[in-house]
């Protein structure tokens, strides 16, 4: 066990609707990423949040957003859901460390998107 | 841009023989190497790391890795297989952001299958 949570375990939802996924870093931790790992494009990094501010973004698609809140737990928010949506996203937490942060991953939500 | 290539998408080993799982990254400076692995339903655990010094670096249950510069290779490697290593197991090597933080580039994964 990590000490990241993530929920929903599991998501079903239909095209076009709006869902939230959420994240408890582990205690301590102030970073959290977000990945999406899907069948065609594997393991992608999404976005980077840091105590609350955004710090970096990789591949997201812009119908999607997420926050990161002062309790430190972020959201992950996915609408104009597609089919190519279904995927299982991770969230990772860190805390600052040199050279570079271990990140540490919750066990995932899986959307399916029908 | 900086890639992670791992060219077995499937290995099946016996129980208790060896296994290396290969891993090739392209990266400018000193890379930041990671393997994690993945256990159907789970999330993703790290197995070890590699960010300096000495290129053998020791994880946990019993697997290694050898940095290799001179060949962009940072190859995971078990002496002996248990049943309780099939997963899917992934190399990451990370890349800095313009931020300055560290974003994880994934490799494709390899499927370990372990054969009683």
């Known amino acids: 066990d990590s000490g990241v949570t993530q929920t929903p375990k599991h998501l079903i939802t239909a095209t076009g609707q709006r869902v939230t996924l959420r994240c408890s870093p582990r205690?301590?931790?102030?970073?959290v990423y977000w990945y999406q790992q899907s069948l065609d494009q594997g393991l992608q990094f999404l976005i980077q949040?840091?105590?609350?501010?955004?710090?970096a973004k990789g591949n997201i698609l812009e119908r999607f957003s997420a926050q990161q809140f002062p309790d430190l737990h972020s959201e992950l928010n996915l609408s104009s859901l597609e089919l190519g949506d279904s995927a299982l996203y991770f969230c990772a937490s860190s805390y600052p460390q040199a050279p570079i942060d271990e990140q540490y991953f919750g066990p995932g939500t899986r959307l399916t998107v029908t | 841009a900086q890639s992670v290539t791992q060219p077995d998408i499937h290995i099946t080993v016996s129980e208790g023989a060896s296994l290396e799982l290969r891993c090739n990254y392209s990266y400018g400076a000193t890379p930041y190497l990671f393997w994690y692995v993945q256990s159907p339903g789970q999330g993703l655990q790290l197995l070890l790391k590699y960010f300096s010094g000495d290129t053998l670096v020791q994880g946990i249950k019993g697997f290694e890795a050898e940095f290799k510069r001179s060949q962009s290779s940072f190859n995971l490697r078990k002496p002996s297989v248990h049943w309780s290593d099939a997963a899917e197991y992934f190399c990451a090597v990370g890349d800095i952001t313009t931020s300055g933080t560290y974003k994880y580039i994934f490799g494709t994964g390899t499927r370990l299958k372990v054969l009683a």
């Open positions: 949040y840091y105590n609350g501010e955004e710090r």
């Open positions: 205690s301590g931790d102030l970073s």
